[in-house]
Antibody
Framework: QVTLRESGPALVKPTQTLTLTCTFSGFSLSTSGMCVSWVRQPPGKALEWLALIDWDDDKYYSTSLKTRLTISKDTSKNQVVLTMTNMDPVDTATYYC????????????WGQGTLVTVSS | DIQMTQSPSSLSASVGDRVTITCQASQDISNYLNWYQQKPGKAPKLLIYDASNLETGVPSRFSGSGSGTDFTFTISSLQPEDIATYYCQQYDNLPPEYTFGQGTKLEIK
């Protein structure tokens, strides 16, 4: 059974760095073809893809946010970490981690999401 | 970047109605198009992948079609449990990049 769970602070101040952890089970990120990605959703708005890390430790980022994002993995702990620098109130959103399989194509399993509010 | 235009943004229909949502890509994406259902307070759920393939366990009243730039998502007979927001999502795997549509909020009339 594949599960993913996001963890991190519920509240961050403007200009701070956000660190989120995705802890997963039911698959290995060392298996060829497996990837974990981050997607966010501001309240009442659409989904936005942020970053992806694959089984080979290749990393890919949203063009619009790549200067602020870093994704990494700890295969032994089954964890993927996303950091986002210089947080702003417009970054207030629910942040999801999701598994991608099948040639980087589909988000087939999702975590429940974690709401991050950016406010002073 | 590829842009996805999804319409309508909201839709009200009756139980048993046929419901159609469209998604248009700003350039040819072949069949690299997926559809998700998101219920309030929940994570998205994959329904259709590669434009027309039904994900395992998803009811057959859901279907998808299209290729190139124009795609359609259909619910053949709307059920009360189908109330949700639906998103299309395109992918490019060289390098990986993903764009979601703006969503269609489906309500019961």
């Amino acid at each position: 059974q594949v599960t993913l769970r996001e963890s991190g602070p519920a509240l961050v101040k403007p200009t701070q760095t956000l660190t989120l952890t995705c802890t997963f089970s039911g698959f290995s990120l060392s298996t060829s073809g497996m990837c974990v990605s981050w997607v966010r959703q501001p309240p009442g708005k659409a989904l936005e893809w942020l970053a992806l890390i694959d089984w080979d430790d290749d990393k890919y980022y949203s063009t619009s946010l790549k200067t602020r994002l870093t994704i990494s993995k700890d295969t032994s702990k089954n964890q993927v970490v996303l950091t986002m620098t210089n947080m702003d109130p417009v970054d207030t959103a629910t942040y999801y981690c999701a598994r991608i399989s099948g040639s980087y194509s589909v988000f087939d399993y999702w975590g429940q999401g974690t709401l991050v509010t950016v406010s002073s | 970047d590829i842009q996805m235009t999804q319409s309508p943004s909201s839709l009200s229909a009756s139980v048993g109605d046929r419901v159609t949502i469209t998604c248009q890509a700003s350039q040819d994406i072949s069949n690299y198009l997926n559809w998700y259902q998101q219920k309030p307070g929940k994570a998205p759920k994959l329904l259709i992948y590669d434009a027309s393939n039904l994900e395992t366990g998803v009811p057959s009243r859901f279907s998808g079609s299209g290729s190139g730039t124009d795609f359609t998502f259909t619910i053949s007979s709307l059920q009360p449990e189908d109330i949700a927001t639906y998103y299309c999502q395109q992918y490019d795997n060289l390098p990986p990049e993903y764009t979601f549509g703006q969503g269609t909020k489906l309500e019961i009339k």
